[in-house]
């Protein structure tokens, strides 16, 4: 479904094809297709197992602004924010430092950290080139901390399956390269997920959240309609995946035990752009390569997993290919990690269109 952005009623209609020609148990959206399924879900799930809020609450998580909204709203606590609507409006609010996010985007895309004039600057051209004043525009206030993560699996609003982990090193861009699962009470508790409860979500949610330096209160940040990278949770004895399929198949599955703390991954490809990214130079990519291949220092007793090439060979042709354009030009990093994001993300267009009364 690469192309689902630019047609999204065909590439639905594609779907309900190969539903009406084959017989398929569940129907799992693993990114943005999500948007689209909600829109037509109750006319999906007369074909196939679906397990998805209603739309109104999906497009209230997808969207960051309607999502700070909410936050507002529960009284939970988040950066301080304000929403804009102009470039006007933009320099009026923000405070250096601090984050600038579009509404819409995923994958790290439509972030930008601000620490002076100079890259206040850069965001400006950066968000007008791409038309984001066209939609809404979320300023913050930057907060040090350690970034961590809470992935759960809801059954009508209530929560039975969940798992958390810390980032421990970030690679490119705000993505993590190594992780550490983490049994935390907070996330799990009923304040952590009020927001699900006032949705009435079904199906799975992620959350973003800072564990700040100064002070014990997670600051919520950011949020997926979807389980993202859910191998940390796996690992850690917590499987997921397995319980979204039961949810899809029609089932109440009982609520899943809690994960193991501490357990280590990482993700070789994510290392080696970060350090790719941070002014690493060859000799120092070189160092990375070694730690990965022999579980050395930060890799001990950690497990890779995006690309295990012992138990998936083929895997590793992409952290191969991504490591030789690194060693020909480290400079590349950046343009690596933005690259293979394209027409199967959503853009504002898309979401109108998706959105619209005459969607079909």
């Given at each position: 479904m690469s192309g689902f952005a630019r047609r999204p009623?065909?590439?639905?209609?594609?779907?309900?094809?190969l539903l009406a020609a084959r017989q398929f148990d569940v129907l799992l959206?693993?990114?943005?297709?999500?948007f689209l399924f909600a829109r037509v879900s109750a006319r999906l799930a007369e074909k196939v197992g679906l397990a998805l809020p209603g739309f109104a609450s999906y497009r209230t998580a997808h969207s960051k602004a309607g999502f700070s909204r909410l936050l507002d709203e529960l009284r939970l606590p988040q950066p301080k924010t304000h929403i804009v609507k102009s470039e006007h409006e933009l320099r009026s609010a923000i405070s250096f430092p601090g984050v600038i996010k579009t509404s819409l985007?995923?994958?790290s895309r439509g972030i930008w950290f601000v620490r002076d004039q100079a890259d206040l600057e850069v965001a400006s051209r950066e968000l007008?080139?791409?038309?984001?004043?066209a939609d809404e525009v979320l300023v913050q206030e930057f907060i040090a901390g350690t970034t961590e993560k809470a992935q759960g699996v809801f059954c009508r609003g209530e929560l039975?399956?969940?798992?958390?982990?810390?980032?421990v090193a970030a690679g490119a861009g705000p993505a993590a390269a190594r992780r550490s699962s983490k049994a935390l009470a907070g996330p799990k508790s009923a304040r952590g997920w009020r927001q699900s409860e006032r949705l009435a979500w079904h199906g799975p949610l992620s959350i973003d959240y800072l564990m700040p330096e100064r002070g014990d209160t997670p600051r919520l940040i950011?949020?997926?309609?979807r389980l993202v990278e859910p191998m940390s949770a796996y690992l850690a004895g917590t499987d997921l995946v397995g319980l979204l399929l039961q949810l899809s198949r029609g089932e109440t599955p009982p609520m899943l035990g809690d994960s193991r703390e501490g357990v280590r991954t990482h993700l070789a490809m994510q290392a080696l752009l970060g350090c790719a990214s941070k002014g690493?130079?060859?000799r120092d990519l070189l160092r990375e390569c070694r730690r990965l291949l022999t579980g050395a220092a930060s890799y001990a007793d950690s497990t890779e997993e995006l690309t295990p090439a012992v138990s998936d060979w083929i895997s590793a042709v992409p952290l191969l290919m991504t490591a030789m354009l690194l060693f020909a030009s480290p400079n590349l990093a950046g343009k690596l990690a933005r690259g293979g994001f394209g027409a199967h993300l959503l853009d504002l267009a898309s979401v109108r269109r998706i959105e619209s009364d005459d969607f079909r």
């Open positions: 009623a065909g590439c639905l209609a594609f779907v309900e094809e959206p693993t990114h943005e297709q999500g985007g995923t994958a007008n080139a791409a038309g984001a004043f039975i399956g969940f798992h958390a982990y810390r980032q950011d949020r997926n309609p690493g130079t060859r």
